[in-house]
């Protein structure tokens, strides 16, 4: 299994406060993205990394914000967490290399609840 | 541009076959599928890329109609261990930074 682990697993918070959630990786590999999960929407991209420093937005990031200082480490942060971002979170990671695309490896999710 | 999954669910009972069908209205570099377990993260089962190829993996197939823009998985002689959320991902751009936009699953229940 891919080494990703991500915390916390579960979070129950108010609105208005900030959220912060790790993804972090033992594979060295160069992309890691973020998505959340809801009924009905299926996986979502919220910001994805393709290198140290280096982010995009995805389809769904509004009111998300990301930070990669080390290969290692994809942070995502809710500044200020609304109940419409109650939902489960799913970081992953891809490997780069020539002559064709890789799969991506999905870590155990965090479920994050709103109030 | 999410990719449009069907069907949306799909009851089997053992050893039936069935297919689930991912198209795009837009013209695709690659296909990812994947596998989701209630409460578990989403396992990878197979790229294809441009090219019309198709692949295997155990009694799962899928092949891969770049000029349709579709993608259809196959499962075959299915399994009880089949059941679960199916998720194609597709991509647009050959360059880039692999990103990958899912569809929104399609519920496979396979019953004894």
């Known amino acids: 299994d891919a080494g990703i682990t991500q915390s916390p697993r579960h979070k129950v918070t108010e609105t208005g406060t900030p959220v912060t959630l790790r993804c972090h990786q033992t594979?060295?590999?160069?992309?890691m993205y973020w998505y959340r999960q809801d009924p009905g929407h299926g996986l979502r991209l919220i910001h994805y990394?393709?290198?140290?420093?280096?982010?995009d937005k995805g389809e769904v990031s509004d009111g998300y914000s990301v930070s990669r200082s080390k290969t290692e480490d994809f942070l995502l942060t809710l500044e200020s967490a609304t109940s419409s971002q109650t939902s489960v979170y799913f970081c992953?990671?891809?490997?780069?290399?020539?002559?064709?695309?890789?799969?991506?490896?999905f870590g155990d999710g965090t479920r994050l609840s709103i109030l | 541009q999410q990719p449009v999954q069907s069907p949306q669910a799909v009851i089997l009972r053992e050893g039936e076959d069935a297919v689930i069908n991912c198209s795009s209205s837009?013209?695709?570099?690659?296909v990812h599928w994947y596998r989701q377990k209630h409460g578990e993260a989403p396992v990878f089962l197979m790229i294809?890329?441009?090219?019309?190829e198709q692949k295997g993996h155990d009694k799962i197939s899928a092949s891969f109609n770049e000029k349709k823009q579709q993608s259809s998985l196959y499962l075959t002689a299915s399994q009880l261990s089949y059941s679960g959320t199916y998720f194609c991902?597709?991509?647009?751009?050959?360059?880039?930074?692999?990103?990958?936009?899912f569809g929104t699953g399609t519920k496979l229940q396979v019953i004894p």
């Open positions: 992953a990671i891809s490997e780069s290399r020539a002559g064709g695309r890789q799969p991506q490896h």
């Open positions: 991902g597709t991509e647009m751009n050959s360059g880039g930074y692999q990103k990958v936009t």
């Open positions: 594979e060295n590999h160069r992309y």
């Open positions: 837009k013209a695709l570099y690659s």
């Open positions: 990394s393709y290198g140290v420093k280096d982010t």
């Open positions: 294809l890329l441009k090219g019309g």
